[in-house]
């Protein structure tokens, strides 16, 4: 018996089988996944919600995944244990109990919504965002209401706040930190995020944490430690935290971050059992530690990663992340690599930044918007460890990629400066924020 | 006397400038500019042309730069002659001789056309761009014309055709090499670019050269080695030289390229005398030798340097440049760094290449449109010696400039694999091109 068995048909899971299956089609592999959607797309959820996004929420219904991969899919399937010792996982489907051996085993469960452990969540109106499934779901609770509550400042906050925004709602937003995206933005950065979103109508609420949800059998308020809001429902985007439950209960270890430790093979502390995706702890490149960072894209490679080794023992390497994350907000695209200040500081690194505003275009072009880039360097070294750039241009989602790779690869500000960008007038000023931005760090020494 | 000369208002002579006298204000510094303007961007002329650039194809005017940074601005005005003995240049401004002592001198003399050297084009509709200032006259010259046709299909070529196009004009196309900019593109990329051409209606005649441009007072026929065309007027698109006249005067060196040859810290072969810009040669930092690409931005950085290093000896270096372009024909991009497989070739670099056709957002999120990747690598190390992007999307230049940072820090394509490219479904794929075409060229192997 030969079998890579993958919990989980997300991101990870679903590339860890293709992989897998791709190396060798003679091994048996078997996707094990609780909803009834493989290589489902959560990013999808705000814009599908507000009727944006068209089209599948998935890249492969699970019957195209065995016809065209080869892979078994079973869905609508928990695994309710693993046994370690006799290297079997015991799934359940509906009320069939079934048990399936395994000699690899990739442990791909994901993440689940971490939601406050405060009075009135479970009140009619309040919504969860979990999965892609759940779309319709949401549409109805959201139907007929006119004011809504986002609990959470974060991505998907920020997202739904479009997506309500664009169905017509009336939106309140309540923050507990001092700034939105705080995971992610600087608070000079996090105000001109703050600034589009009180213009387009969104009634901000900073500082203020959420402490009851109140109402009869549906929500009508929301109680926070400032103050009380009318709403007619509520979404709870209040992050997420790694599904462990289940590599737990096989002994799988988990590192400080609370996500299973892996190390750069995918590799958990049980010998044939891997971890890939939101379930796993991230090796950060700059801050050389593990960080719990849930990304698609992240969980795509580690997949790739996990199902490579599951077949050929340690044959590639996941060499981690530098915490490049970018979102939207309408026309405004919202983007952060490597390390924010406070990130920085809380691991104990002096650092330097500066802001700049700059134009995407040539100045003679139309079409031309504002663009922030907010540098930040490493004072003794003047290393590039961080990239902050908000514009109203989607285009500005590659300033932060090249500030991703110049960051990957050690630049400094004088590296960047002399960085080979390219121009035309109508992708980008003769000198490119980037530039500009490292030149201004530079304190005239070039 | 402390007084820095430069010679040349565009992009290299007046960063230059603006430099030398940042880094020392008691320094009189001095521009000497042939034109009538200053800090002008020839990049806008097809643009220009066509009506689509609004405002001025300058940054500063002289009268801007003389009060607002300090710097004695004197247009209209050509130097003659560099006496490097006495260092002294000689200057014309109509039938006024003067002269002007100089400690430190920066020749930044751009580059100028370079016309065929065939019969006919002194006649009159047969058209040379050669600086914003002379915009209007081409819009005169294309006034009642037809058909136009253009010589050259390089960038200025296919920027050309655009603006030709946008006015209404009737556009043929002859390029004498067998592909559309030959110099960046290899032939499937080029043929993409050939098919947006053809379909919004540009007669193209590739691997035709021009031997003649005939007509009466006024051009009429374009005759080439393969057949003769009607044309109202010619635009000669053919490319450029760097302007060595007066620096091969002085007896400043010049290197293989043709250009003025400099060091890292933009000397020339006499003390004292500086080059920047499209008059002097760069340093590929791939080929690890001289070559000539004359663009705005490497002239930008050259003269910062230039002037750094006019003030402070030696103060800062200018790396050198990977070949990264970028044009566009309407709504599609056309971008590309480091070496095309011809370029590999002609240095005997080993490369392997694949073309990857992508989408530029998620599958379910609306205005996707297609791109197409190419990617080279050097088949004995795996690294990516070049890349090639053309997408109807104008963030697909952004693409161009996480290739050129990837090539600039020496990546494999498992280091451009694994590069943490943001994601959200308006900007891109979960999976990148750039990562797919990465993946694509590891023939399994990640």
Redesign the interface.
């Known amino acids: 018996m030969d079998r890579v068995v993958v919990i989980g048909g997300g991101?990870a899971g679903a590339s860890a089988a293709a992989r897998a299956k791709?190396?060798n089609p003679a091994v048996d592999v078997v996707v094990i996944e609780a909803s009834s959607m493989i290589t489902h797309?959560p990013?999808?959820i705000p814009?599908?919600i507000a009727g944006?996004?068209?089209?599948?929420?998935f890249?492969y219904t699970p019957g195209e995944f065995e016809r065209e991969r080869g892979i078994r899919v079973m869905v609508n399937s928990r695994v309710t244990d693993i046994d370690v010792d006799k290297r079997i996982v015991h799934v359940r489907r509906g009320s069939v109990h079934d048990k399936l051996e395994w000699s690899r085993l990739v442990i791909a469960t994901g993440a689940v919504p971490s939601t406050p452990g405060i009075p009135g969540t479970n009140l009619k109106g309040v919504v969860t965002l979990r999965h892609p499934a759940y779309v319709d779901e949401v549409r109805r609770v959201l139907e007929g209401t006119g004011r809504v509550a986002i609990v959470g400042g974060s991505y998907l906050g920020i997202e739904m706040a479009e997506a309500l925004l664009s169905m017509g709602r009336r939106v309140l937003l309540i923050e507990k930190e001092d700034r939105l995206m705080p995971a992610a933005l600087d608070t000079d950065m996090s105000e001109i995020l703050a600034s589009e979103l009180t213009s387009k109508g969104v009634e901000l609420h900073l500082n203020e944490g959420v402490v009851e949800l109140a109402g009869g059998d549906r929500v009508e308020r929301v109680v926070t430690d400032k103050g009380s809001y009318s709403a007619d429902a509520v979404i709870l985007a209040t992050g997420v935290k790694p599904n462990v439950e289940l590599a737990l209960q096989a002994g799988v270890k988990l590192g400080s971050t609370g996500a299973v430790h892996v190390n750069e093979y995918m590799e958990t502390n049980i010998e044939g059992v891997y971890a890939a995706g939101d379930v796993a702890e991230k090796h950060h490149?700059i801050l050389k530690k593990s960080v719990w960072i849930p990304?698609?894209?992240?969980a795509?490679?580690e997949g790739?990663?996990a199902g490579?080794n599951s077949i050929r023992s340690r044959?590639?390497r996941?060499?981690g992340?530098?915490?490049?994350?970018?979102?939207?907000f309408f026309s405004m695209?919202i983007?952060k690599?490597g390390l924010s200040t406070r990130e920085a500081v809380e691991n104990g690194i002096k650092v330097e930044s500066r802001t700049i505003k700059a134009r995407t275009k040539?100045?003679?072009?139309?079409g031309a918007v504002d663009v922030y880039v907010k540098l930040i360097i490493e004072s003794s070294t003047e290393r590039v460890l961080g990239a902050q750039v908000i514009g109203w241009d989607?285009?500005v989602?590659?300033?932060?990629?090249?500030a991703?790779?110049?960051i990957?690869?050690?630049?400094t500000i004088?590296?960047l400066?002399?960085?080979?960008?390219?121009?035309?007038?109508?992708?980008?000023p003769?000198?490119?924020p980037l530039i500009v931005a490292a030149r201004v760090l530079s304190k005239?020494?070039?």
Chains 1, 2 share one sequence.
């Not at 989602?397 to 090249?402: L, N, Q, R, S, T």
């Not at 990957?408 to 630049?411: D, K, N």
């Not at 400066?417 to 980008?428: E, K, M, R």
Request: with cysteine.
């Open positions: 991101a791709r190396l797309a990013c999808a814009y599908a944006i996004a068209r089209g599948e929420m890249t490149r990304l698609a894209t992240t795509n490679k790739q990663v490579a044959a590639i996941f060499p992340v530098v915490g490049t994350v970018v979102t939207r695209y983007a690599t040539a100045h003679y072009f139309p989607h285009a989602a590659g300033y932060i990629d090249v991703s790779a110049a990957t690869s050690g630049a004088e590296d400066f002399f960085l080979d960008i390219g121009y035309t007038p109508s992708t980008a003769v000198w490119h005239g020494r070039f």
